[in-house]
């Protein structure tokens, strides 16, 4: 008996083995965690990929989310089990003990909620093909991050999002029910009028597959042209050698985002625009970074070859002084030659919005002035703009560090208010 058991649960286990084989390796979308800090968002990614994204000294001792954070997990279903109860992400089901079904890998974005971190966030939403807002029954809604964070995926064009209403293991059925009538009046009236609701404990582990059945329905996996010249965001740069290592061992540095169109394969040489700083005839100028890719990484895999869809790895030729730190953050990589034009400044077609979003106070946006400093966010990078010439509904900005961008690209206007900046509107970039 006992040896007839151990070759059953040997066949289930190649089952499941096979049913992880036919995926690709790589995640083929983009969900971002987004919301007011410690409302729950790090903790719910733990649960759904077994990753604890907070690895950043500093986001371990003061337990908030800093840096952008990464992790991949699988859906999967159960053929036996019917409604909510049948989706999981383990491959044995939790509820009838059989083979679960894979259905999709996914990677998850983690963004902090701390309003002081609200650049990173903005630069996050822009790789994001969907969002998971988090809003924590425990407390009042809305929160001024996330009306904030709505606001910007609203901006970046987010479109797919689900709001997931944890901590209902902290309140009564009454106080849950109250907080869920706030969420609805918060998003009254917009355009996330109908979003699915769906309260969970993330840290008991109570809703997790009403969850993830709501993302297989409303977030769908988006048609992408991989036959166009690659065009990867760079969201995170950094050095994988640890101190100590011997020179011969010493590996290049690795730049971590996601591939917009195209693909990108090892041995490719790439360009990194708007590149690093140098000096020539006492000036301060920027030039594009030159680079081999030496291989690629998604969903845990070493890969030939990248198509756009979840977060992927490049380990590049590049010396890892030069990526270290997130210096390279905000980049772009793409064919030499075939990327967009880098600007030191430009002029934005401005939308401004009628109240501050992320205050308490509901201030009033008020008109640009000129030499006002502005936090301006495109594509994954954050630059500050100062305003050089105003005209109607347009500003021009010179930059302070340049970015990398197609005319028409659509950029986040954040204004200092207090010791914060604050959302205030958007604008393209336009020509003239």
């Keep these: ?35 007011h800090v410690d409302h729950g968002k790090t903790t719910l990614l733990e649960r759904l990929s077994g990753k604890w994204t907070d690895t950043h000294s500093e986001e371990l001792k003061r337990g908030i989310t800093i840096r952008l954070g990464y992790a991949d997990a699988v859906f999967r279903k159960c053929d036996k089990c019917k409604g909510a109860k049948a989706h999981t992400t383990k491959e044995i089901c939790p509820v009838c003990n059989s083979k679960t079904t894979a259905l999709r890998k996914v990677s998850f974005v983690d963004a902090p909620g701390h309003e002081s971190l609200m650049a990173t966030m903005l630069s996050g939403a822009t790789i994001m093909d969907g969002a998971l807002l988090l809003v924590a029954a425990n407390e009042e809604c809305p929160q001024p991050q996330t009306r904030e964070h709505l606001m910007a995926l609203q901006i970046v064009g987010v479109k797919n999002v689900i709001v997931v209403q944890n901590k209902i293991d902290l309140v009564s059925e009454e106080q849950a029910i109250k907080n869920y009538e706030q969420i609805k009046d918060f998003l009254k ?30 977030i769908p996996t988006p048609v992408r042209d991989k036959n166009k010249d ?30 917009k169109q195209g693909m ?9 625009r708007p590149g690093r700083t140098v000096i020539e005839k006492n000036q301060q100028v920027w030039k594009p970074i030159s680079a081999k890719v030496v291989s690629l990484n998604s969903g845990g895999s070493n890969l030939e ?12 030729s590049l010396d890892p002084s030069v990526v270290k730190s997130d210096q390279l953050t905000g980049s772009i990589i793409g064919l030499p030659g075939k990327l ?27 008109p640009v002035k000129m030499s006002e400093p502005l936090m301006l966010n495109v594509n994954s990078a954050a630059t500050v703009g100062v305003v050089i010439e105003l005209r109607k509904n347009k500003i021009k900005c010179k930059l302070k560090l340049p970015v990398c961008a197609d005319p028409g690209s659509r950029v986040t206007i954040s204004r200092r208010i207090g010791n914060r900046f604050r959302l205030i509107g958007y604008g393209e970039i336009v020509e003239k």
């Design 1 to 35: 008996m006992a040896r007839k058991k151990k070759d059953e649960q040997q066949e289930e286990s190649s089952k499941a083995s096979e049913q992880n084989s036919q995926l690709p390796e790589q995640p083929v979308l983009n969900i971002g965690m987004v919301g």
């Design 189 to 218: 009236g917009s355009d996330y009028e109908n979003l699915p609701i769906i309260p969970i404990s993330a840290q008991h582990r109570v809703g997790l597959n009403f969850l993830i059945q709501s993302i297989e329905e409303n």
């Design 230 to 259: 690659p065009i990867m965001l760079v969201a995170r740069s950094f050095d994988i050698n640890k101190p100590g290592i011997t020179p011969d061992k010493l590996v290049g540095g690795v730049l971590g985002g996601s591939l």
């Design 264 to 272: 990108l394969k090892a041995g490719d040489t790439i360009e990194i």
């Design 305 to 316: 070859s990248v198509s756009p869809g979840g977060s992927i790895g490049v380990l590049t």
């Design 340 to 366: 967009p034009k880098v600007w030191n400044e430009f002029m934005l077609d401005v939308h401004l919005l009628q109240r501050v979003v992320g205050t308490k106070e509901g201030l009033n946006v008020e």
